[in-house]
């Protein structure tokens, strides 16, 4: 019984490991077309200083990009779910505090595109959805890997 | 009872343990995907600076790059004598720009004309942008001192860059002008 419930949460750990490295992949390749757009992205959030801007539109896609694929791997798993987590509620900050101060942004989220309250709200929501994936990824794996050690 | 609590607290120092590895793996990552970042800016083929430029600055940029190394693709500019200039400036048929540096200008400068220095090209570019950009189809005359400056057809090549169709100079330059002892406007004039 114990081995079927196992069996089942790992079909549903990879089933959402493998959504969350679809999006996270497909958002670092969007992002990495054009390293300028998405600098101007950050830049219109007015939270990162000038000298760290590009600094972080260069290490952002790959770092997206590496978090998609480590999560497919085993072993790198719980560190990628984890890095995930932080990465989705970095995001859900920095667009709500551009929501409160009443600012329309195109965030890059998943590429370039119009500027949009409405959009940044959806953005805001699918931060939501990816943090709660990832951390649901990551305590499973954490979990799994406490109990095979006792 | 004691027991249970003696066996969680191996297993919750386990559990930060494991926390805290995992934090270290994620800083290991950034700074793999910065180094990652950095390689694939430099061998892309437009590499951005390691320092953010807002769109204003990078425009600046630009602009400032026309008028210091002129692109040797564009023909110069068509000149215009004394005379053709004068009938441009009485029936306002031209936009005239003053290619010299704001002291000059403001000293004196052709009634009517506006002041588009060479040595602070992108500034005074964007603030006239609100009556340069409707003129692009408009013939416009440039003048600098005159004799050998070369501050009117740097500026006059650097609006044929930015889509000016009609863009010419008045080689006399303001030394002409003022030897024929016409009109004069003194002060920023703008």
Redo the contacts between chains.
Sequence with gaps: MIARSNSSGDYVVLAVSLGLAAVFIYAGVAK?RD??DF??NI?GFGIVP??F???L???????EV??GL?LLWPP?R???A??MA?LSVMFFAVLLSALVRGLTLDCGCFGSGAPSRPRMWIELGIDVVLFVGSMFV?LRS?VR??LS?? | MTSAVSGRLP?AR??GS??LR??G??VL??L???A???V??RV?S?P?????Q??EQRFDAELTTLVTAPPFKIAPAATVGLEEFLAAVKGKSALIIDARPAVFFEQGHVPGALNLSRERFARDYRRLAPVLKPAVDKPVIVYCSGGDCHDSRLVANALLSLGFSSVSVFTGGWIAWSEARLPVSTGSGQ
């Design positions: 990495m390293a300028l600098a101007d830049a000038a000298a801007i590009n600094l539109a260069f290490a952002l896609p790959p770092f590496g978090c480590l790198t719980r560190v990628a984890l890095a932080l990551y954490i890997s406490a050690t006792t | 297993q386990s559990f494991q926390i995992d934090l793996g994620v990552l950034a793999v995907a910065l990652a970042g950095l694939m800016n892309s437009r951005l600076p390691i320092v953010y807002t769109p």
